[in-house]
């Protein structure tokens, strides 16, 4: 379950970025190839955050889907398989538009602070 390590990255960089403040919602984007299952990141957030400063703060999951482009026709295919292929053409000259990130987009604080940065 890499769920766990990959939250215990994300507690990691909300507690130093807080810097002691209260932490109210934290919000995430997962891409598709990561191969996160969101029920398993949200109970090792739970399990993680239950005995420390962030007990109570929410975390937001949004999932990204892969999206290819193609090099042949210039056609944006968003991936429903784990092939790297244009849906439109069947071209494999395709370049990753998205889908294999892991950010942390902002926490929500008692005073508001966004920021963005690759977790894993």
Not at 41 to 58: I, K, N, P, R
Not at 87 to 101: H, K, M, N, Y
Request: charged share 20%; aromatic share 2%; net charge negative.
């Amino acid at each position: 379950m890499h769920e766990l390590s990959i939250c215990e990255a994300i507690v990691d960089a909300v507690v130093d970025r807080a810097a002691g403040r209260r932490v109210i919602a934290v919000s995430i984007r997962v891409g598709h190839f990561r191969q996160v299952v969101p029920e398993a990141l949200a109970f090792s957030w739970d399990m993680l955050t239950a005995t420390t400063g962030l007990d109570g703060a929410t975390l937001q999951i949004e999932h990204v889907p892969a999206v290819v482009a193609c090099e042949a026709c210039g056609d944006r295919t968003t991936l429903d398989a784990p092939v790297l292929a244009c849906a439109s053409c069947g071209s494999r000259a395709v370049s990753l538009q998205s889908g294999d990130e892991l950010l942390l987009v902002s926490l929500e604080t008692t005073g508001v602070s966004v920021i963005a940065e690759d977790v894993h």
